[in-house]
């Protein structure tokens, strides 16, 4: 045990920050297109001095929309993940059942959130922009390793979210206030999450002596190995966005460097966000000291 959390709070402090889809989008809340979507630590987008300003913003809510998906489909496996983390122990402590079962219908409504923020961007874009899928095939390649290797990804997504919001959009007063509301609501929820997954990395730690530990680790780092292969698809897909929502073609030099600055992008906000985090770092040293030494010499690659 290296922390003081509990099923008990978490639960607790869920209750009180609880909402509603409706009360975050609908009627008058709209997303505002004049506006950037994302905050320019994880878009990057000044970084392509060929961009002229509105260009830097489409390509910046062509990220954003990305952001929605990507979010919709990690929450797809972390939505069977929690359930089945849940089901074996439905007679055990009734705090950490009615925890867990509280996380995995906050991930529920927010993947439906995500979609339905997903169906106004499609609405009013203009041009439709692919994305990285089928999320069920992509859950289910996840959930195919070792659950440890499974709920450090978890933690890895929770705390990352937590380091996007507190770290960039909260006082980025140029973000769509639309856009700004979604990830604030987002992140309010995963707080718990996050205190949730190391409770779920604890447990599922307990018996495994330091060859099953790392098992878990190196099966981490291969689904981060995956995601990263999805990344580099992403960037081709919004690079094809941009060209057909801007109608502008980029050279060959300017294609190469859109390729290689945005796949840095992705790669920090997606994986270099969550492997360089204190508090997974913490968790993956608590586990076993080499563990947090492994990630700490691959995440240079992904800042
Ligand atoms: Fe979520
Ligand atoms: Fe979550």
């Given at each position: 045990m290296l922390n003081t959390y509990s099923y008990q709070t978490a639960l607790a402090a869920s209750e009180v920050v609880h909402w509603r889809i409706e009360d975050i989008i609908g009627g008058e809340k709209r997303l505002d297109f004049t506006k950037p979507?994302?905050?320019?630590?994880?878009?990057?987008?000044?970084?392509?001095?060929?961009?002229?300003?509105d260009e830097k913003r489409i390509l910046n809510q062509i990220r954003g929309n990305a952001y929605l998906c990507i979010f919709g489909l990690v929450e797809e496996f972390i939505l069977p993940f929690v359930l089945d983390q849940t089901r074996p122990q439905l007679n055990g402590d009734d705090y950490r059942v009615r925890a867990l079962l509280q996380f995995a219908g906050e991930e529920a409504k927010h993947i439906q959130l995500f979609k339905r923020f997903r169906q106004e961007f499609e609405e009013s874009f203009g041009t439709h922009c692919p994305v990285i899928g089928p999320p069920e095939a992509i859950a289910k390649a996840i959930l195919a390793h070792d659950p440890l290797g499974v709920a450090i990804t978890t933690l890895h997504i929770e705390w990352m979210v937590q380091r996007h919001y507190v770290d960039s959009i909260k006082d980025d007063q140029q973000l769509d206030a639309q856009f700004k509301s979604l990830l604030k609501?987002?992140?309010?929820?995963?707080?718990?999450?996050?205190?949730?997954?190391?409770?779920m990395v604890e447990s599922l730690a307990?018996?495994?002596?330091?060859?099953?530990?790392?098992?878990?680790?190196?099966?981490?780092?291969?689904?981060?190995?995956?995601?990263?292969?999805?990344l580099k698809q992403q960037v081709e897909f919004d690079l094809g966005s941009f060209e057909r929502a801007t109608g502008r073609e980029l050279n060959e030099a300017e294609e190469e460097e859109f390729r290689?600055?945005?796949?840095?992008?992705?790669?920090?906000?997606?994986?270099?966000?969550?492997?360089?985090?204190?508090?997974?770092?913490?968790?993956?040293?608590?586990?076993?000291?080499?563990?947090?030494?492994?990630?700490?010499?691959?995440?240079?690659?992904?800042?």
């Open positions: 979507f994302m905050p320019e630590s994880l878009a990057r987008v000044e970084e392509l001095s060929f961009l002229d300003r609501h987002h992140w309010i929820e995963e707080v718990q999450h996050a205190k949730l997954d190391t409770l307990v018996g495994r002596d330091e060859a099953a530990r790392m098992k878990g680790v190196d099966e981490y780092l291969e689904i981060g190995g995956f995601l990263d292969a999805g290689r600055k945005q796949l840095q992008a992705n790669r920090w906000t997606y994986l270099g966000t969550g492997m360089t985090h204190e508090k997974v770092l913490e968790t993956l040293e608590w586990l076993i000291p080499a563990a947090r030494q492994k990630v700490e010499s691959i995440s240079a690659a992904f800042v």
